[in-house]
């Protein structure tokens, strides 16, 4: 399932610098199903383990879409919402996309933006 929502997430984009309204619409959408796909490994009553999700390379070509020169604001977080909850950071190419975006927003000036992003830097501070 997750295989099949990223690849679809990534199709949504065409590899135009541009994106449609119908794209960003597209994308948000499939963004928003992968992170409801995260409710049966959630404690308290999570139905299966973290042994069975999937790699974090599967991933991976989301990460790209964070430098998506016309990707909103909204997609970024959600894009960083759900890294945030993946159970593990260590791909090169995800780590580098998501330094890049947490290194733009943590100086923000808006505390919803800084907050966002919070639980990924604390993560790959950890990492170091």
């Known amino acids: 399932i997750f295989v099949t929502l990223v690849t679809a997430a990534v199709a949504s984009v ?5 994106m449609t309204q119908a794209q960003q619409h597209a994308l948000r959408t499939y963004l928003l199903i ?3 796909c995260y409710w049966p490994f959630r404690y308290p009553y999570s139905s299966l383990t973290w042994a069975v999700f999937p790699a974090e390379d599967v991933f991976v070509p989301l990460a790209m879409l964070l430098t ?4 909103t ?3 970024r977080e959600l894009l960083v919402t759900f890294f ?4 593990t950071l260590e791909h090169p190419m995800l780590l580098a996309c998501l330094t890049s975006v ?3 927003w943590q100086g923000s000036p808006h505390a919803g933006v800084r907050q966002s992003v919070t639980k990924i830097r604390a993560r790959l501070e950890q990492q170091r």
């Open 68 to 71: 998506h020169p016309q990707a």
């Open 84 to 87: 945030a909850q993946l159970p």
């Open 14 to 18: 065409s590899s135009e610098i541009t």
């Open 34 to 36: 992968l992170l409801d």
């Open 102 to 104: 947490v290194q733009a």
């Open 73 to 75: 604001d909204e997609i």
